[in-house]
């Protein structure tokens, strides 16, 4: 029975013994509605290795590995993208100027611990970061270099000092357990975890059309699950494949495949001080004569890259969508899967600021945990989203490119319009139909509100549906974020101890 | 006992079973802890009567007062202040027709409903936002004008159409309730309630320096709780005052006092469809021959101001920011009234930026909630500040008159410090000093923390409290806002029910 208490109370306790929780349990089982997403095996690429090892970072911990090392087998070209936070923790400082130094050349790897940040911890803590990736170093045969040859993430709580001589001492340990198997695969997904309630890891086979015959894999790892809001790379991602790039494209195909991937999804609107995900290709796979795959030049001649690029840009693409959606998928608390899909044909930019605030919005998102279809919130955070509402501290951002006629057109009302699309492939449920409310049926509503998935689609177009003439063009932005639950309060309220 | 469940349904009913209850009772009635901000008594300005009555607008409301009205026995000079969310409500809309109509002249008083919104309603809720004014105007014994003489508000849920019946039905009963009593101010402060746990009602007395002899009242409302980061004009709020004022100067006065006081709170980071304050200034109190407060020269020449008019803004200010506090005290949730001050030499852009990022982050806020002293989230919130952070959505944002030298500084951890202030008066806490995080006194934050007042101090400045030059300015902005509990997440997750 209940313990008695204020109807707040009693209405609080029917949300928890709803059976919605969703946080890690203390002995680290997969809840079962996630298990689903937990692969059995995989088919990794040729020629890296991955691993764990326990250091012991955070005091707490006693017995679960919080050092992962991905390595190649042989230099290979690298690139990384990290968080646009001012305050960018030890690791991204020294990771980032790794890459530049080495001019993305002949990496072998990436050393990462959880459990601690090591951010805002002045230079002692850049210090730490520098001794990881040495300490690295100097299991690989090869001599090491100078520049270390390994880069460095870190995950945890920020403002903490690292436990510096327990993970180095932890560190030959951590290079003696690497492997090629998909279980130390996994150990390596699952030491990198936090607050995640699984590890996150996905592999896929792919092949290119110059020479179709050689089959490639792409493997890659990532966690969450709070304080996302990734500004290029999210949190801690790890993608490794056996084909062959060129050191000085890595950085601009990884740019690309980002854009819309990991930068569009958002669990709490907290874009963290340790974002970074790292790519490496080490060729292994690739038949000896073929070409590396090159730059591409710049997007808008688009026509002009190699078949062979394309296809590795959308592999590259559809296989980071795929991960950063399984950190959304165990966002702290997450509930639900929300995808927000706006088309606007204002731009592309006031497509991508009204998904982001919808994404963002306590209010639409403690509704969506509510199951509640109050689509006026989805409306009220359109209206307010920085660079669409003025406001003193940031005045309307006009994109450049902006043509006269698409200056004067304004987002309203009239021509706005929110559906929800159920994602059982049913009927798409009309809530605002330019600008004017629908009778919504409630338990249609409800029905569609109690599946784990959705999607909200926003029209802010003037002519939503109608191909009015050939210059008439829309622009959409995608957003893939939770609902915010009392689970999340209760993480997030106790997170440190 | 409760019930038996996972760990973190354990934790959860720690949470709630730790009677942190503090929204809105079933019964209305006021929460032990909120009743010393209702006052028992005041001082009301001469020529305003208030009152309330029942419409029913909301249909699971069968008896509490959900219209209240606001007037003034003689016409009179008013100005208001509105969202700026794009999608502004059929009120907003009318009522800033209104007075641009007029010229901010000679109105009768404010009509307002709670329960619903009156929001993305189409042109109905246009007309039916007109009805209400010209249904209130009828009562009035002066004739009716072609532009109404009473202002529209309406507050509840967006997107619902108002049941106008109903009100129109209701408010010659409205009317006859007028009165200036104590009760009757109050009444009219409960009727606009939504989520609130308690009626925000303020009076003060006030004189001016050029007849010190004349008395002055003013007195106002407000409410809150939820949807709540105004920008320009919060949630709803009216302020009457019997002091005499030119009908041109109404809107600047309004303007600068409400810079820093409501727009400079915070609940939820949502900006709503309707705030609205609005200003009443009858003169009822002046003797005849006093000059009304004129419109004052621009604030770089406030040395030009009349004393009289320094003297009112201060008051005027002074009592909004009070008035705006109580909203973030029954912020929907709310167990903390949280004081961000940030400094910065940069801008005050900068210093405003960096107190809305934190005072919006659901981690900063939930750490808040959690008693738990995790500065690195505070740091984090202003690392990733909108105009502060670049991003390809919203480029950084340079004041107009940046000097070169403030252009080249550039927040950074080395010039960054953070401190709990306790508002005990007992010394202030550092957290990290220069980018140094301190060894923390875990039992000293906690005690401070358990404290329902709280003050966070963040520097971000090159010389921290050291005054280097006469040139060396530090800009301050200061932010209100409230913790993030499970508490807002059961409120929001079942509002429209």
Chains 1, 2 share one sequence.
């Not at 230099?75 to 991204?92: E, G, M, Y």
């Not at 050393?111 to 002692?124: L, P, Q, R, Y």
Request: overall charge neutral; glycine content about 6%.
């Amino acid at each position: 029975m209940p313990p008695k208490g204020t109807a707040a109370v009693r209405r609080l306790l029917n949300f928890t013994t709803q059976a919605r929780s969703y946080s890690a349990p203390a002995d680290r089982s997969i809840p079962a509605a996630k298990q689903k997403y937990v692969p059995s095996s995989g088919t990794y690429p040729k020629g890296f290795l991955a691993g764990s090892a326990f250091a012991g970072v955070k005091a707490s911990n006693t017995k679960y590995d919080d050092l992962a090392l991905v390595v190649s087998e042989t230099p290979c070209p690298t690139a990384a993208i990290f968080t646009k936070n001012v305050f960018q923790a030890a690791p991204v400082k020294k990771s980032k100027y790794f890459l530049a130094a080495r001019q993305d050349h002949a990496f072998r790897g990436v050393v990462v611990n959880s459990g601690c940040a090591n951010a805002v911890t002045g230079s002692v803590g850049q210090e730490h970061a520098e001794t990881m990736a040495r300490t690295t170093d100097e299991c690989f045969s090869d001599a090491a270099d100078e520049i270390p040859k390994t880069l460095v993430m870190s995950t945890g709580v920020i403002g903490q000092r690292l436990p510096i001589d327990r993970i180095t001492a932890a560190i030959p340990t951590l290079h003696s357990n690497l492997g090629s198997t998909h279980e130390h695969w996994l150990n390596a997904a699952k030491a990198i975890c936090t607050t995640d309630t699984f590890p996150k890891l996905i592999s896929r086979t792919f092949t290119l059309p110059s020479h179709p015959d050689t089959t490639y894999s792409i493997t890659g790892m990532t966690k969450g699950a709070g304080m996302i809001h990734p500004n290029m790379g999210t949190l801690l991602g790890i993608i490794c494949t056996d084909a062959k790039i060129e050191d000085r494209s890595m950085k601009r195909l990884l740019d690309i495949a980002a854009r819309h991937s990991f930068n569009s999804i958002s669990i709490d609107g907290d874009t963290s001080t340790n974002d970074t995900v790292a790519f490496f290709a080490n060729g292994a796979a690739a038949p000896p004569d073929v070409d590396p795959i090159a730059t591409p030049p710049p997007e808008s001649q688009r026509s002009r890259w190699s078949e062979d690029t394309k296809a590795f840009i959308s592999v590259l693409h559809d296989f980071m969508t795929d991960l950063a959606k399984l950190v959304v998928r165990d966002g702290e608390g997450a509930t639900k899967f929300v995808t927000i899909r706006v088309r606007s044909d204002i731009s592309q930019a006031t497509a991508k600021r009204a998904a982001v605030s919808i994404a963002k919005s306590a209010l639409v998102k403690t509704a969506l945990y509510g199951k509640d279809a109050n689509w006026g919130r989805i409306l009220c955070a359109i209206g307010y989203a920085p660079g669409i509402m003025p406001s003193p501290e940031l005045p309307e951002v006009v994109p450049p490119k902006t043509t006269r006629d698409q200056r004067r057109k304004q987002i309203q009302p009239s021509n706005t319009s929110v559906s929800f699309i159920p994602t059982d492939g049913s009927e798409e449920l009309k809530l605002l139909v330019r600008g004017e409310p629908e009778e919504v049926d409630e338990s249609r509503a409800k029905q569609i509100l109690e599946m784990e998935d959705l999607e909200i689609l926003v029209r802010l177009e003037d002519f939503p549906g109608d191909s009015v003439n050939e210059d008439y063009k829309v622009y959409e932005a995608v957003m893939y974020t939770c609902d915010l639950s009392h689970e999340y309060v209760t993480i997030n309220g106790d997170y440190r101890t």
